[in-house]
């Protein structure tokens, strides 16, 4: 549920984008002129309409919750990883046609790219919430459950190796 919406949502707004970008073209050259981007014009209503999809879809993700009796945290961390992927989603929807059309790209490649980016980055997202949202087991606190981010930016730090010291030049 979580991963196809955010696929969803961002292949609807790469579409609307896309199109934008085909409009504004064909007006621009019926004036004889090379066709000027309005990165603002064109995203920025896209990011509006993802915000507002994202609180939909949100309170559909709580009543989801609901209907199958899912309480709690475990219902904060759905609802909350909802609304992340779906705002993520719109909004990278929304950009990547115009960084393809940027970079000299068809635009409309972004439909297929952003499903495949989606599909990785929901699952990761999702994982980040849930963990951030339930707690993980941390090793180094004897099966203690903490929800602190502090917890896993010392757990990377023991993780990575000590830098070696410079040898000594002759």
């Known amino acids: ?8 949502a961002g292949g609807q707004s790469t579409v609307l984008v896309v199109r934008r970008l085909a409009l504004a073209s064909a007006r621009w050259k019926a004036k004889g002129v090379e066709p000027a981007v309005s990165v603002r014009r064109i995203v920025g ?25 899912v309480y709690g945290a ?12 779906v705002f993520c989603s719109t909004a990278l929807g929304a950009a990547l046609p115009i960084v393809l059309n940027k970079l000299g790209l068809d635009p409309a490649h972004a439909g297929a790219t952003i499903q495949v980016l989606m599909d990785v980055s929901g699952v990761a997202l999702t994982c980040v919430i849930s963990s951030m ?38």
């Open 1 to 8: 549920m979580l991963v196809g919406a955010g696929g969803n």
């Open 133 to 170: 949202v339930l707690g993980f087991k941390d090793g180094s606190v004897h099966g203690e459950t903490t929800t602190s981010l502090s917890v896993v930016s010392e757990s990377l730090h023991k993780a990575a190796p000590p830098t070696p010291a410079p040898a000594p030049v002759p």
């Open 74 to 85: 475990e219902c904060v961390a759905i609802c909350l990883s909802m609304l992340v992927i």
């Open 45 to 69: 209503p896209e990011i509006i309409v993802g915000a507002k999809l994202a609180l939909v879809l949100f309170g559909a993700a709580f009543l989801r919750c609901a209907i199958f009796k």
